[in-house]
């Protein structure tokens, strides 16, 4: 018997390392896209964009983050290194810097400038610790493979290109141009350029955003007119249609719409032809990050017409892609994978009119609540520097300075902050970083915890509960639960078989997964393991 399991392991091992390497590998990822969007909307979607992907490529339904904060920056970083905050340092989409005293964007760089644009140009991977799938494919074809990153966020570029990339280019909402940083290079390629001079953004922004199919279609979400949504601008309203001509002149609304993913959609096309991408034996990689879905759900919430019309059109754009490689690269000679940066909640307002758990509280409170706390027991002084990522900094300064014992006065911040109702755990870092967590919950928090980025004291709110300072409509994320952690996972094409799994993987393995199936190198703190399903 054991002779049998040898000679099939071994046929096994042959098989994947002759299997013939895809000539592009394409990394689609969708912010914001819940797993439930699959089934909600499967019905509505064309033959030729998701469903494609689900029918013939390989779905992996019980997909899950395996940390917290569940944020663009991590996602992305997370998805392209095969391991966590803990590891690849990118514990949010900002952060607190103590050694510079404020918050800094993930993909920060004050050594670069911008390129092509006017803002958005202080940008490099460089905050990343661990190599990418991106980085390692460069590595081993001695950087002849060519890697493509573009986005509408400059992270959702960045970060998936990895530290050496061929190019990285994201949309510069000042000026309404694709840019990229001197990281980089020091100027646009021809092909950007050229994309650029078309002036797409005032294209769209001439018009109006109207319903892509009939209004019947959507009865998958609540009414268009509805006190859950937040207008684009103030005297918009939020149904359709949305009259953009009325803010023609501003690229920055552009984000709002579905129409800046049909932008990185076509830059990405226009990459494929210019950069040569899959023209040779040597595999090459892009990475497309649809940001719009993201914006959008912020705004109005994942059981909106609008959310579900920016997916509706979004599975266009992305069958237009799919027949693009089939024509340029070949239908067996290109591989995809596809995949969210997060998910999030339900609009609380709209959970608690519907008598479901959901809620809010105030950043602004927590932040006094605490030095008003402290104050009263340690004396006067500015205690907490900074409150993000549901983390606490404190000033540590002030505590060294009173010569008191920082054990205790995280002790009194854990106190202060479980004696509110919208908290339901507190924790010391420094318990935290000992790593000894075993509740399932409680892991993705030391996940997501970095000893050298995170704050003092860690905090979990109750489920569907968000900061109010920006109001009570649309939505956000960055918990540890199933609505924010729960995302598809799809392979299709090149080497990859149909079928569907319900066992629960983490979004580390897919780097890994890729490193298996392009017979490379593993990204340098990869955690995550081969998604087992696609090589038996």
């Not at 070949?330 to 758990?357: C, E, I, Q, R």
């Amino acid at each position: 018997m054991r002779k049998v399991l040898v000679t099939l392991l071994v046929i096994l091992v042959n098989s994947a390392l002759s299997q013939e390497k895809p000539k592009l590998v394409v990394g689609i990822v969708v912010d914001q896209m819940r797993y439930d969007y699959i089934s909600r909307f499967y019905n509505d979607f064309e033959d030729g964009g998701f469903k494609r992907l689900i029918d013939e490529g390989f779905l992996f339904r019980n997909a899950h983050y395996d940390y917290m904060p569940t944020k663009t920056g991590p996602g992305h970083a997370s998805i392209f290194t095969g391991t966590t905050p803990a590891r690849h340092g990118i514990i949010g989409n900002d952060w607190y810097a103590t050694s510079i005293d404020k918050k800094i964007n993930c993909v920060y760089d004050s050594t670069t400038s911008v390129v092509g644009g006017v803002s958005n140009g202080e940008v490099s991977p460089r905050n990343v610790k661990a190599t990418t799938i991106t980085d390692e494919l460069r590595l081993f074809y001695n950087f002849n493979s060519k890697v493509i990153g573009i986005s509408l966020k400059d992270r959702g570029a960045s970060i998936p290109a990895g530290h050496n990339p061929t190019g990285a280019y994201w949309y510069d909402l000042q000026s309404g141009k694709m840019i990229t940083s001197t990281y980089y290079r020091n100027d646009l390629p021809n092909w950007i350029k050229e994309y650029n001079a078309q002036n797409r953004p005032k294209e769209f922004l001439s018009g109006n955003w109207e319903l892509f199919k009939d209004k019947s279609i959507y009865n998958e979400s609540i009414s268009d007119e509805n006190p859950f949504e937040e207008e684009l601008r103030k005297g918009m309203g939020v149904s359709f249609p949305h009259k953009l001509s009325k803010f023609k002149n501003d690229p920055s609304l552009l984000k709002y719409t579905p129409f800046t993913n049909t932008m990185i959609k076509e830059v990405s096309l226009k990459a494929v032809v210019a950069e040569e991408l899959g023209m040779d034996s040597i595999p090459d990689f892009l990475t497309m990050s649809f940001s719009a879905t993201d914006d959008i759900g912020h705004r109005f919430g994942p059981r909106s017409m609008e959310v579900q019309d920016t997916y509706l059109r979004l599975d266009r754009e992305i069958s237009e892609v799919l027949s693009f490689l089939d024509e340029k690269v070949g239908k067996d000679s290109y591989m995809v994978f596809l995949t969210a940066d997060h998910g999030a909640t339900d609009v609380p307002s709209y959970m608690y009119k519907n008598k479901m758990p959901g809620g809010y509280h105030n950043n602004g409170y927590i932040k006094s609540m605490l030095d008003e706390r402290l104050t009263k027991i340690f004396g006067e002084g500015e205690w907490i520097t900074y409150l993000i990522n549901e983390q606490v900094y404190l000033n540590k300064e002030l505590i060294a300075e009173k010569q008191l014992d920082l054990t205790e006065v995280k002790k009194e911040v854990i106190r202060a902050l479980m004696s509110e109702d919208f908290v339901v755990d507190a924790f010391d870092a420094d318990v935290v970083a000992m790593r000894m967590f075993t509740d399932p919950m409680l892991v993705l928090l030391q996940n997501g915890y970095d000893n050298k980025r995170s704050g003092d004291v860690l905090y979990i709110l109750k489920p569907s509960t968000l900061n109010d300072a920006w109001g009570r409509q649309g939505t956000d994320h960055r918990t540890p639960y199933t609505y924010d952690t729960h995302i598809p996972i799809i392979f299709y094409g090149s080497g990859i078989k149909k079928g569907s799994s319900v066992r629960q993987v983490a979004i580390t393995d897919i780097a890994p997964t890729l490193s298996m199936l392009l017979n490379i190198s593993l990204p340098s703190s990869a955690t995550g393991e081969p998604l087992k399903e696609l090589f038996e």
